[in-house]
């Protein structure tokens, strides 16, 4: 990947209608956090950018289930969403919202102009109606049967089992969600985005340019879009919930969430800018500025067509992406996460689990990341790799490194003497880890890059077994060097721990009373722990993880524990 002078880098916007869940964290927010910390450690600009998504249906038959006001649940939700990326240090330069009074200015400016410059339409349509309720089924108030893998519980919008973009009139046997009631076809004005008009536009960026960076999912759903051939969208809705119309006559309408939402990445920017006293356009507007833009495989659409189109018809000199990345779904228990049924694992519900145990759950979810397939998170796996990994490999090496050196050089860095051709062969190989990594981080390999960093702490333990130091014939001089060398190892990993476990990385370096430096002088490892350089108080990086635990988050799921 060639650098950029400068990165905008967007997680996607999470819906404010419920908490995060493990499947957002691995698929999303992890990547994008890990992708972004190695960016600043090489100096690089870059700005991470998200908000919660406050409008939309979802948050209104949340409301609804609820019996709240749609505000109360956007409050509540917003800020337990937000206190989870700071507990699991998730380092968004800005978290906004949509429902603040820049996001209403940037997003009804974008809507204005489209109106008077008539890039939009309006058209009379049919739509379904529970007569019960009084009210338009738009989006998730209808269900049904979808027409392309015949799931029994498609939404009016998106079938969630294939991820097929939909409209209400698409299902099979719709029917209300609110009432359950069967609907019936009502005439209603809506205003339309012709997306066909920049059907060869999108060709041209998407099936031309982007062919060969992009990822295989990404790609492919978009240029099956492209080949189906692209229509007219409703950019409106009838909802009482969302951004007003900003057109006399249309009282009861609102902008379409997924036309107002992606347009948060701008306002949130611009919040930011306010804040920082700092000029936002160059991050959005200046072509050498790379747009990385994180997002759920649900949200390809909207991502790859839509938003795109809107930047362009815009046509304020607004970049386009230059990489969209959407994981795969994270399974829980070899089953389907879902919300509704509670089959999930809440982040802030883990917390109160498991304190303190924040870099766990971030080198799993990292490790099991569904970056090129769906992939499984269990219980039992989640131990495993706590107790057999993190405890045994990394944290033992760390901590038997340090205890050696109390024990046999008073806290301080050994002077090293004769390095064999194994420590010489040792210390070069340790160099080169930090361009190995950078590399993965770089081509979005996250789960290769978090192995590649297991594996140095590998080396470090198995030096460390090998040579010994411990035993009582031991040579001083030799003694030294094992622990000098041992020593470099840690400090090379305290240093590339922070983009996966930042809070493991602050530990480190605390004990070893260092720095974070740039990531291309990790390298010169001589320079970083110096013989004589005392270090500071040690302490366990992990925490063992008891079958207890683990039987008391299956016993959550309603799973029996067997041979107990």
Same mark, same amino acid.
């Given at each position: 990947?060639?650098?950029?002078?400068?990165?905008?880098?967007?997680?996607?916007?999470?819906?404010?209608?419920?908490?995060?869940?493990?499947?957002?964290?691995?698929?999303?927010?992890?990547? *994008?956090?890990?992708?972004?910390?190695?960016?600043?450690?090489?100096?690089?600009?870059?700005?991470?950018?998200?908000?919660?998504?406050?409008?939309?249906?979802?948050?209104?038959?949340? *409301?609804?289930?609820?019996?709240?006001?749609?505000?109360?649940?956007?409050?509540?939700?917003?800020?337990?969403?937000?206190?989870?990326?700071?507990?699991?240090?998730?380092?968004?330069?800005?978290?906004?919202?949509?429902?603040?009074?820049?996001?209403?200015?940037?997003?009804?400016?974008?809507?204005?102009?489209?109106?008077?410059?008539?890039?939009?339409?309006?058209?009379?349509? %049919?739509?379904?109606?529970?007569?019960?309720?009084?009210?338009?089924? !738009?989006?998730?108030?209808?269900?049904?049967?979808?027409?392309?893998?015949?799931?029994?519980? !498609?939404?009016?919008? %998106?079938?969630?089992?294939?991820?097929?973009?939909?409209?209400?009139?698409?299902?099979?046997?719709?029917?209300?969600?609110?009432?359950?009631?069967?609907?019936?076809?009502?005439?209603?004005?809506?205003?339309?985005?012709?997306?066909?008009?920049?059907?060869?536009?999108?060709?041209?960026?998407?099936? =031309?340019?982007?062919?060969?960076?992009?990822?295989?999912?990404?790609?492919?759903? *978009?240029?099956?879009?492209?080949?189906?051939?692209?229509?007219?969208?409703?950019?409106?809705?009838?909802?009482?919930?969302?951004?007003?119309?900003?057109?006399?006559?249309?009282?009861?309408?609102?902008?379409?969430?997924?036309?107002?939402?992606?347009?948060?990445?701008?306002?949130?920017?611009?919040?930011?800018?306010?804040?920082?006293?700092?000029?936002?356009?160059?991050?959005?507007?200046?072509?050498?500025?790379?747009?990385?833009?994180?997002?759920?495989?649900?949200?390809?659409?909207?991502?790859?067509?839509?938003?795109?189109?809107?930047?362009? !018809?815009?046509?304020?000199?607004?970049?386009?992406?230059?990489?969209?990345?959407?994981?795969?779904?994270?399974?829980?228990?070899?089953?389907?996460?879902?919300?509704?049924?509670?089959? !999930?694992?809440?982040?802030?519900?883990?917390?109160?689990?498991?304190?303190?145990?924040?870099?766990?759950?971030?080198?799993?979810?990292?490790?099991?990341?569904?970056?090129?397939?769906?992939?499984?998170?269990?219980?039992?796996?989640?131990?495993?790799?706590?107790?057999?990994?993190?405890?045994?490999?990394?944290?033992?090496?760390?901590?038997?490194?340090?205890?050696?050196?109390?024990?046999?050089?008073?806290?301080?860095?050994?002077?090293?003497?004769?390095?064999?051709?194994?420590?010489?062969?040792?210390?070069?190989?340790?160099?080169?880890?930090?361009?190995?990594?950078?590399?993965?981080?770089?081509?979005?390999?996250?789960?290769?890059?978090?192995?590649?960093?297991?594996?140095?702490?590998? =080396?470090?333990?198995?030096?460390?077994?090998?040579?010994?130091?411990?035993?009582?014939?031991?040579?001083?001089?030799?003694?030294?060097?094992?622990?000098?060398?041992?020593?470099?190892?840690?400090?090379?990993?305290? %240093?590339?721990?922070?983009?996966?476990?930042?809070?493991? *990385?602050?530990?480190?370096?605390?004990?070893?009373?260092? %720095?974070?430096?740039?990531?291309?002088?990790?390298?010169?490892?001589?320079?970083?722990? =110096?013989?004589?350089?005392?270090?500071?108080?040690?302490?366990?990086?992990?925490?063992?993880?008891?079958?207890?635990?683990?039987?008391?988050?299956?016993?959550?799921?309603?799973?029996?524990?067997?041979?107990?």
């Amino acid at each position: 990947m060639k650098k950029s002078s400068r990165y905008t880098v967007t997680a996607a916007l999470p819906y404010a209608n419920g908490p995060l869940h493990i499947g957002h964290l691995a698929g999303v927010y992890l990547p *994008a956090d890990v992708f972004v910390r190695f960016l600043r450690r090489n100096n690089i600009d870059v700005i991470f950018i998200c908000g919660s998504d406050e409008h939309g249906v979802p948050i209104a038959i949340q *409301a609804k289930k609820e019996n709240k006001k749609p505000k109360d649940i956007v409050n509540k939700y917003h800020h337990m969403i937000k206190n989870c990326f700071i507990d699991f240090d998730i380092k968004f330069d800005h978290y906004s919202r949509t429902s603040t009074k820049v996001h209403y200015k940037i997003s009804t400016s974008f809507f204005r102009r489209f109106y008077e410059e008539k890039k939009i339409f309006e058209k009379e349509s %049919q739509q379904y109606f529970d007569e019960k309720e009084k009210q338009f089924l !738009a989006d998730r108030y209808i269900c049904g049967i979808c027409p392309y893998c015949n799931n029994n519980n !498609a939404y009016g919008d %998106q079938c969630e089992n294939c991820g097929n973009f939909l409209n209400p009139m698409d299902l099979i046997h719709p029917k209300s969600t609110i009432s359950g009631n069967i609907p019936i076809l009502e005439k209603t004005k809506h205003w339309y985005f012709p997306l066909n008009k920049y059907q060869k536009f999108l060709e041209k960026w998407i099936l =031309v340019k982007h062919k060969k960076d992009w990822k295989v999912n990404v790609y492919g759903q *978009a240029k099956s879009w492209l080949d189906q051939g692209l229509k007219p969208r409703p950019i409106t809705r009838d909802l009482n919930w969302g951004i007003p119309i900003p057109i006399n006559g249309y009282e009861g309408k609102v902008m379409y969430v997924w036309f107002e939402a992606p347009i948060g990445y701008i306002s949130s920017t611009i919040e930011w800018s306010k804040i920082k006293k700092m000029d936002w356009e160059p991050y959005w507007k200046d072509e050498n500025t790379k747009l990385i833009q994180f997002i759920g495989k649900d949200n390809i659409v909207f991502h790859c067509i839509i938003f795109p189109v809107i930047l362009k !018809a815009y046509n304020s000199g607004y970049i386009l992406p230059d990489q969209i990345l959407a994981n795969e779904f994270l399974n829980l228990e070899n089953k389907k996460i879902s919300t509704s049924k509670n089959w !999930a694992v809440w982040l802030h519900e883990y917390l109160e689990d498991f304190p303190n145990q924040q870099d766990a759950l971030r080198y799993i979810l990292i490790a099991n990341m569904p970056d090129k397939k769906d992939n499984n998170f269990n219980w039992k796996d989640f131990q495993k790799k706590n107790n057999d990994e993190l405890v045994s490999i990394l944290g033992n090496f760390v901590n038997r490194t340090m205890t050696l050196v109390k024990r046999y050089n008073n806290g301080m860095v050994p002077y090293p003497f004769n390095f064999t051709k194994k420590d010489k062969k040792i210390l070069e190989n340790v160099k080169n880890y930090p361009n190995s990594i950078g590399f993965l981080i770089e081509s979005y390999n996250f789960r290769e890059a978090l192995t590649c960093f297991m594996n140095l702490a590998r =080396v470090g333990n198995k030096y460390l077994t090998e040579e010994e130091p411990w035993k009582k014939n031991k040579e001083k001089k030799r003694l030294n060097t094992i622990l000098y060398i041992s020593l470099q190892i840690v400090g090379v990993l305290a %240093q590339l721990s922070e983009p996966f476990l930042p809070y493991t *990385a602050n530990k480190l370096l605390d004990m070893l009373r260092l %720095q974070p430096c740039d990531w291309n002088h990790i390298k010169n490892i001589e320079k970083m722990l =110096v013989p004589g350089h005392s270090l500071g108080k040690s302490s366990l990086l992990f925490e063992v993880i008891t079958n207890e635990k683990i039987e008391n988050q299956l016993s959550k799921l309603g799973i029996k524990i067997q041979n107990k």
